[in-house]
């Protein structure tokens, strides 16, 4: 193999490899670099989530039943807004209920259909009151990010169940499509007591 030489005072010159740019040259291995390998690959965002236990110690937590007393010794590491940490996930929900809007979501899981967890994380994101799956009880929850722990979500094996359900209610079911004869969502009148139903991705909602 052919070399370039670099000139030095004393001493023999390094050697390169001809196929490197011109004027560049392989750094020469240091001891530490023999000893220790290459450099460990870590993230370069390290930083914790959440809080930890509350200062203080046990003497100091809060007398509040909504509290977590595992939390409070532990730190609250849990994707939350700030007003619910060390909050027990069943206080939360309560909250959360008792200001949710009156609108109810569902989506039809007719297939391992990946946007569910999205709708839901939307759907926790609104605080919207309820969020039913139509079909299987089955779906990708990663996507949800936790969110559905906090949500009142139930599951329907067939469509006339939820529809049985909605007149119980007294809700009114708009189905969300973009098939012919859709008109835009951002222009329709919506009734307070509404029911969107989502069908499932590939396909319209379920002509029932």
């Known amino acids: 193999m052919s070399i370039r030489r670099c000139p030095q005072t004393g001493g023999a010159a390094p050697e390169a490899p001809a196929d490197l740019p011109e004027g560049e040259y392989l750094p020469a291995a240091t001891s530490a670099d023999s000893v220790s390998g290459p450099e460990e690959d870590r ?13 203080g110690g046990p ?7 909504r509290y977590d007393r595992e939390l409070l010794a532990a730190g609250d590491r849990r994707n939350v807004v700030d007003r619910y940490r060390y909050w027990t996930i069943a206080a939360i929900r309560a909250d959360l209920a008792a200001r949710a809007h009156r609108l109810h979501i569902a989506i ?65 079911v708009i189905g969300i499509d973009n098939g012919p004869g859709a008109q835009p969502l951002e222009a329709a009148d919506l009734p307070e007591r509404c029911l969107m139903v989502f069908g499932s991705e590939g396909r319209a909602s379920a002509p029932s």
Do not use: C
């Not at 003497?59 to 039943?65: C, G, L, V």
């Not at 297939?111 to 569910?116: A, Y």
């Not at 609104?126 to 949800?144: C, E, L, M, Q, S």
């Open 59 to 65: 003497e100091a937590w809060p007398a509040d039943p």
């Open 108 to 172: 039809e899981n007719v297939s391992q259909d990946l946007n569910i967890g999205s709708i839901v994380r939307s759907a926790n994101a609104f605080n919207v009151a309820g969020v039913h799956i139509i079909g299987r009880r089955r779906w990708n929850k990663r996507g949800a990010m936790v969110t559905n722990r906090y949500l009142d979500v139930r599951h329907h094996p067939e469509p006339g169940e939820l529809l049985a359900w909605a007149r119980a209610e007294g809700y009114e």
């Open 43 to 55: 993230p370069a965002d390290v930083r914790q989530v959440g809080v930890g236990p509350w200062p």
